[in-house]
């Protein structure tokens, strides 16, 4: 009896740390999500940013054509 009782406690020591932990970890992540959301990703660029692309339309012929060139 005294075995199956020190067993027992030990176990329950077990998920109660085990409930600890993952709890602590779960808050965490939360934390870390909540801080990147809070970031503004879609802010235009500040400095002296360059717009690299164009908006002219290619022809389709010469988009046919980089399509099969990059082999995509």
Known sequence: ??????QLNEL???LIIFTVCT???????????????RSH???????AAVKVSTSVD??????????FQLGE
């Open 12 to 14: 329950i020591k077990v």
């Open 23 to 37: 709890s602590l970890f779960y808050m965490a992540l939360r934390v870390i999500h909540d801080q990147h959301e």
């Open 58 to 67: 290619p022809e389709w012929t010469d988009r046919l054509f980089i399509f």
């Open 1 to 6: 009896m005294n075995k199956s009782n020190h």
């Open 41 to 47: 990703r879609y802010d235009p660029p500040g400095g």
